[in-house]
C-alpha cells in the first residue's frame, strides 16, 4: 500500500521510520518532509493550507492512507475534507480537534462533565480581565484561546506580568482575541498521556515528560520541546485509572453528545498532584518530541494500528511494547527559540551510524547535493532504549559529542528526575 504523512518534524520521520520496514508498504510519502523522511519516502512540498492540491495529489498517486501528524491542518478541518472524497485519513475530524484548537471549549467541557482541571474564568476585554485580578492569588495562569504553538500561556507572578499578557493577548499577539482564559495555578509535576483512537474505542499508547523551557533546569522561554522521556515516573495503575475514568472516558462521552467520535491520538497533557490528575490541555496529535521518544518501544508495527484505527479494527490488535526506558534529547539551532541562522550546513554527518536501540530523527533539514543543512529551529532528535534511562542519555551524549555541531546547542539535563546523579 502507499501511505502518506502529513509534517515536517521529528514525528512524522519517525512515524515514517517506524512504518518503512512493513511488508504491507510500498511506498510513502511526505508533505513537505525533511532530509530524513527522503531517504525513506517521497518528500512533496505541497501547501498545506490547501486542501484541493493535497486531495488531488492523493487521488493520482492513489495513496491508500494519510496520517496527518500536525494540529493546524487537523484543526483547519482536513480530516473532513479528505474523508469526503472517500480518502482514508489517520486522525481526528474538525470538531473534535476544538479539544487542542480552542482552549476555552475544552475548558467548558471540563466544566460539564467534572473532568477535573484547575479553576478558570473567561474574560471578553481587557478590563474585565484586569478587574479579576484584583482579588487574585499568585502565580495566576493566563492563556490565549486559540491555536498558540505554545506560547500563548503566560505563569505570572504578580499583577505587573498579569497585565501585560492580557496586553499582549488582546492586542493580538496570537492572531485576534475575543477573550482569553484566567485560571488558577496548579502545583505539581507535569505528564503527558497518550491514547490512540478508532471511533469506537481506544487503547493506551504511553506516557512520557518532556522538558518545554530552552535552559537547562527547565528555565528560559518556552519551547516546541527540548527532550522527553518514556515513560513518566508518576505512572502507576490506580493514576491510569483515575485518568481514564475521570479525564479520558468523560471528554469522549462530551463527544458523542456532538455528534461526534474521535478517531487518532489523543494527547492528554496533565498535572499530577498527590497522585490525582488534573487537565492542562489536550493536543488532538503525537506530541513532538514525544512521539519519537515512544514508538522506537513500540513491538507492534505502527502501521497496523493505523489501519486498524482507519477501519474502526482497533479491538482485534494487541499494541506491544518493549520494556525498555526511552530518552531524546533535540539538538537545535543557536538562537531557537528566538531568531536562528538557515541553511547552514551540519558537517560530520556521516559519521553518526547507529547502533540497535540507538536513533535519529530529522526535525529542521534539508538535504543538498548530499549534504545535511539546518533550516529549522529543532534539528535532529537523538533517541536511545535502554535498560535505564541514564545510560540512554549517556549514549545519545556521545553522539552530540562527536556531531560536534558548533552551530547548535542541547540540553545535557533531559530527564534530571528520573536519572540520579
Ligand atoms: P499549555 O500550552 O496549556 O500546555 O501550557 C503550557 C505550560 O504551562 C504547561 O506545560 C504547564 O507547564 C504550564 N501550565 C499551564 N496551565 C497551568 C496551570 N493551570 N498551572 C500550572 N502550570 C500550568
Ligand atoms: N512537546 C509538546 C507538544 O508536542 O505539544
Known sequence: MKVGIIGSGGREHSICQMIKNSKKINEIFCFPGNAGTEDIARNIDLDLDNFENIKKFILENEIDLIVVGPENPLVNGLVDYLEKYKIKVFGPNKVASQLEGSKIFTKKLCQKFNI?????????????????????????????????????????????????????????????????????????????????????????????????????????????????????????????????????????????????????????????????????????????????????????????????CCENKLHKIDIEWYDKKSLCIVLCSNGYPDKYQKNVKIKNFDQTKLKKNEFLFHAGTVKQNGEIYAIGGRVLNYVCLSEDFKTAKENIINRLTKLNWVNGFYRKDIGYKVIKQ
Open 116 to 308: 477535573p482541571t484547575a479553576n478558570f474564568g473567561i474574560f471578553k476585554n481587557k478590563s474585565d480581565s484586569k478587574q479579576f485580578l484584583k482579588k487574585s492569588n499568585y502565580p495566576i495562569v493566563i492563556k490565549a484561546d486559540n491555536l498558540a504553538s505554545g506560547k500563548g500561556v503566560y505563569i505570572c507572578n504578580n499583577e505587573n506580568e498579569a497585565h501585560s499578557a492580557i496586553e499582549e493577548i488582546f492586542d493580538g499577539k496570537f492572531g485576534k482575541a475575543e477573550n482569553l482564559l484566567i485560571e488558577e495555578f496548579l502545583d505539581g509535576e507535569e505528564m503527558s498521556f497518550f491514547t490512540i483512537h478508532d471511533g469506537k474505542i481506544f487503547k493506551n499508547f504511553g506516557t512520557a515528560q518532556d522538558h518545554k523551557r530552552v535552559l537547562e533546569g527547565d528555565q528560559g522561554k518556552n519551547t516546541g520541546g527540548m527532550g522527553a522521556y518514556s515513560p513518566s515516573r508518576l505512572i502507576n495503575n490506580d493514576l491510569e485509572k483515575k485518568i481514564i475514568n475521570k479525564i479520558i472516558n468523560p471528554t469522549l462521552k462530551g463527544l458523542t453528545e456532538l455528534g461526534c467520535s474521535y478517531k487518532g491520538f489523543l494527547y492528554a497533557g496533565l498535572m499530577i498532584v498527590k497522585n490525582e490528575p488534573y487537565l492542562i490541555e489536550y493536543n488532538v496529535r503525537m506530541g513532538d518530541p514525544e512521539c519519537q521518544t515512544i514508538l522506537p518501544k513500540l513491538k507492534t508495527n505502527l502501521i497496523d494500528i493505523l489501519i486498524a
